[in-house]
């Protein structure tokens, strides 16, 4: 009997874990195979009116489950998540490289100019409207590392510069095009501090201004 009562909450302690687990997205990369709630987030200032993320593609490591890409836009912060699996590997971080292409980056939590492991990485637009106008940043992309026991984000992209060129600090800028034919807008990116370290870890803020 003890034998028997023992087995049972062993079971129930394991599926606990893995509800626990299925609905952190903060935590390191796991060991099993599940996707998991992945979100980024991206605090507007200047009043944009609507903030979209048009998912295009994705790189993650072999094995590991993708379900898509979702985003809510409150009026203050863009919400980006990413259904997918977390293991991280070089040849993810390879990937993400080539789709830089020498551009800029802004991570959460790194010293390191580009990484060398990551979980995932999606590219896809990033379309604000502001004041009246609709502008579009293409090649937007966002990815998924993990330093020790945190999953850290980068944003980057191949038509980003990096003013201050410390990954940390930013602040990342490219111009976004006016869809109507204007003068584009400066988006402007950086880590939204919360004062300790971790600094950020997936949380950052975007301007488009002049």
């Known amino acids: 009997m003890k ?9 129930a302690f394991v599926i606990c874990l893995a509800l626990f ?4 997205s903060a935590l390191a990369d796991d060991v099993d195979i599940l996707a998991k709630n992945n979100i980024v987030e991206y605090t507007t200032t200047g009043g944009p009116s609507d903030v979209r993320f048009i998912y295009e593609r994705h790189d993650i490591t072999a094995g590991q489950p993708f379900e898509g890409v979702t985003y809510k836009y409150d009026g203050a912060t863009l919400e980006i998540n990413i259904r997918a699996g977390r293991k991280k590997t070089p040849e993810v971080a390879a990937s993400f490289r080539e789709a830089v292409a020498g551009g800029g980056t802004l991570a959460c939590y790194t010293n390191d ?5 990551l979980n995932f990485w999606v590219e896809g637009t990033l379309e604000i409207d502001l004041d009246g106008k609709t502008y579009s940043c293409p090649n937007f992309i966002t990815a998924q590392g993990n330093i020790s026991t945190t999953n850290n984000w980068w944003t980057a992209g191949p038509n980003f510069s990096n003013i201050s060129g410390a990954p940390i600090a930013g602040p990342l800028v490219e111009y976004c095009s006016d869809k109507s034919g204007g003068l584009p807008k400066l988006l402007k990116i950086t880590p939204r501090l919360n004062g300790v370290i971790p600094s950020c870890v997936n949380k950052f803020n975007i301007t488009l201004g002049l």
């Open 3 to 11: 034998s028997k009562i023992g087995t049972v909450l062993t079971l």
């Open 21 to 24: 687990w299925g609905n952190t």
């Open 113 to 117: 100019n580009l990484p060398g492991l």
